[in-house]
């Protein structure tokens, strides 16, 4: 498999009196025409992360360190972070593109559907005659299962669904190899997220792009997903195939977060999410960031970051495979994906 | 027909042909009426919950207003423990006694100016739940252990923008707990949290409806969430009640088609059959949705036929709830004997 987009050692800091640090020491790798699920709760980094591939980030957010690189399907190289001015409007929408969680706030309430996609021609090709900036309008509403009618119309005028499908028929606009979706079903009723979803499934198949789709819903993740990356405290955690983490989730986040969704037809059993809450970003961590909401928490943990290191056939960073850190093997019910939470207490610092 | 669930005990809250409308509107001077909820019965019974699924938009959260006496209704009844319920006065005030609400956003439902303590002392008062200012002191502070928030002492100084999204619900819990009541409305209560902790929420929302013998109703749009934590699940559609029934009969064997199409939709990867691909029934559903327009036209008859693979030219007359099983009744003519006649 090739990386169409590489992200190296990446760490983002909001500056201020206390930086934070939203994403540290970040590597990921974004196969050509795979769909890589980025999963986490809010304020682990994960929309960070994806505003700093796209070069999307704003002061006070800065890139303290690492690189990210955008492979042509020539094998040449894209420096995305070295990109000056008019670089980086071509890279964009052109290579990457993106889909947002608010399609009501990502498009112009003011501006008809039409106008709006003809801008992404516009602005990217503006070569194309009047006539042929109409006709690719249409073709792109139709191939994400719009009537081209719907092109007079206004975003008011469209439900939640219709909008976020104008939102992709906008990101499909120049037919990028990378499409970067943050949270695209989140506000969506179930039947219409269900819907986009296999909106998305089919012009994958169709168009061979990659998708880095970014949720806190694991469990749609799982379904769609060809492999997983969860992120905790802005370190991606736990890192493998979406089968392989649904049946043998290594990371005690990992185990947690798969707990906390209850199975639709599974059978009616005790369930616990996961108590407590995850660190202040702005303090610095000494060991495992997880540590402190972990029933199978050693003291190494408290002391040392434990790396991201392959275990068969996932990335893991956890000291309790490592048997030479942890003292003891890895405790069983760790690796028969059982979760039980260390008090039921709920304790405000 | 009514969702009667007296079969299992006494009802606490009777809830008759509720009908709430809303004014959208004026064309040429006539006003344009929206009925958001349309004939809605239920009953909720002392120790149990009963949960209401539907879509953004389906009257949901409107018949937890109403049931919480934030707005009133078009018409309908509510009785409490056999009564009609008052709506003003004394009798309002003895109405919020029993009945009490959790909101969805627990970063709105709290004031900022406030501390804990001063949450949880008002309704105590309001309510004279405390005889003397040291009865009250220990009752703020129980309140607190009650939803595992601790130490006690130390969030009770606190104010909400120190606590977390989970905490700050436990305060409102233990809010809507102050004032002893027998009904628990719960609008949404997790959906704004972060997913790890939403399933202590509601295991602390079940183990409080377990020790105060609580009537609770659980407001949601998750199929999963609804079955775990209730024993009865009312499906409500464009206002109207299309399904009532046994939890695990009404999410695992849904005989109306728009459940049908709720529990198909809904994530589970635990699902084997389907990884990616809808089966092929569902999927002809979402393509017929995906011309239509939401909420477009409301006609006389049954209001999902537009989306509904099993349409017919009966579903051009309204259906009423047939029975389809035991304690287990859908709005729909492909289960009522009289449509072939």
């Not at chain 2, 919480?68 to 109405?95: E, N, V």
């Amino acid at each position: 498999m090739t990386a169409v987009l590489s992200v190296r050692d990446l760490t983002v800091d909001y500056a201020g009196a206390h930086p934070v640090h939203a994403v540290s020491e970040v590597d990921l790798e974004l196969h050509r025409g795979e769909l890589l699920g980025l999963a986490g709760e809010s304020g682990c980094g994960k929309s960070t992360l994806a505003y700093a591939m796209t070069r999307l980030l704003r002061p006070p957010a800065e890139v303290r360190s690492g690189t990210v690189t955008f492979r042509e399907p020539g094998g040449d190289e894209i420096d995305v972070f070295g990109l000056g001015g008019e670089e980086l409007r071509r890279f964009r929408w052109k290579r990457v593109a993106m889909v947002f969680q608010g399609a009501m706030n990502a498009l112009n309430p003011v501006i008809s559907v039409r106008s709006q996609l003809e801008d992404v021609l516009d602005a990217h090709e503006p070569g194309l005659s009047k006539q042929e900036r109409r006709r690719r309008c249409a073709e792109l509403l139709e191939l994400v299962g719009v009537d081209r009618r719907r092109l007079t119309s206004y975003p008011h005028e469209l439900s939640g669904g219709m909008r976020q499908r104008v939102t992709i028929a906008m990101a499909l606009a120049l037919r990028p190899p990378v499409m970067i979706m943050d949270e695209p079903t989140t506000a969506l009723d179930v039947v219409v997220q269900r819907d986009i979803l296999n909106e998305i499934t089919r012009l994958r198949t169709e168009l061979g792009f990659a998708v880095l789709f970014i949720t806190h819903d694991l469990s749609l993740l799982l379904e769609i997903s060809d492999r997983i990356a969860i992120m905790y405290a802005g370190r991606i955690v736990e890192q493998a195939s979406a089968r392989e983490l649904l049946e043998r989730p290594r990371h005690p986040y990992s185990v947690g977060l798969l707990s906390s969704f209850p199975s639709i037809a599974g059978p009616r059993r005790e369930m616990h999410g996961i108590p407590g809450h995850p660190p202040d970003l702005g303090e610095p961590i000494a060991g495992c960031p997880f540590a402190p909401r972990c029933p199978y928490r050693r003291p190494v943990c408290d002391e040392l970051l434990p790396p991201l290191t392959p275990r068969d056939a996932a990335l893991v960073a956890c000291h309790a495979h490592e048997p030479s850190t942890y003292g003891v093997p890895a405790p069983d019910a760790l690796l028969r994906g059982e979760f039980h939470p260390v008090a039921e207490a709920e304790v405000v610092s | 027909m009514t969702e009667v669930a007296s079969r299992n005990g006494i009802a606490t809250l009777e809830v008759r042909d509720l009908v709430r409308d809303f004014v959208v509107g004026r064309e040429r001077g006539r006003r344009q009426i929206l009925r958001a909820v349309d004939g809605v019965s239920f009953d909720l019974v002392a120790g149990q919950t009963l949960a209401l699924v539907g879509e953004s938009g389906s009257g949901k959260s409107t018949v937890a207003s109403v049931l919480a006496q934030l707005i009133r209704p078009t018409s309908g009844t509510i009785r409490l423990g056999g009564k009609l319920i008052g709506t003003r006065g004394r009798a309002l005030r003895r109405y919020r006694e029993e009945v009490q609400i959790v909101f969805q956003d627990p970063f709105a439902s709290l004031n900022p100016f406030h501390t804990v303590d001063h949450h949880l002392r008002r309704p105590l008062r309001i309510h004279h739940r405390a005889g003397s200012k040291s009865e009250e002191d220990e009752q703020v502070l129980q309140l607190l252990e009650r939803v595992n928030l601790f130490p006690v002492k130390r969030v009770a100084g606190k104010h909400p923008h120190e606590l977390s999204g989970g905490q700050r619900q436990r305060v409102a819990i233990a809010r809507a707990l102050a004032p002893r009541p027998s009904v628990l409305l719960a609008d949404e209560p997790v959906s704004m949290l972060d997913v790890s902790i939403r399933l202590e929420i509601l295991n602390l929302i079940d183990q409080l409806k377990t020790e105060d013998n609580l009537a609770v109703l659980y407001i949601t749009h998750d199929l999963a969430t609804a079955r775990h934590f209730s024993s009865r699940v009312i499906v409500m559609y464009r206002g109207e009640v299309v399904e009532s029934g046994p939890a695990d009969e009404v999410i695992l064997a849904p005989k109306h088609p728009y459940t049908q199409l709720l529990a198909s939709a809904a994530p589970d990867p635990r699902r084997p059959e389907r990884r990616t691909q809808l089966p092929e029934r569902t999927t002809q559903l979402l393509e017929r949705r995906t011309q239509l327009l939401e909420g477009t036209t409301r006609g006389e008859g049954c209001r999902f036929a537009e989306r509904c693979p099993s349409a017919m030219p009966v579903c051009a007359t309204r259906p009423s709830l047939v029975d389809v099983g035991t304690a287990h009744q859908a709005r729909c003519w492909l289960y009522d004997g009289a449509a072939g006649e």
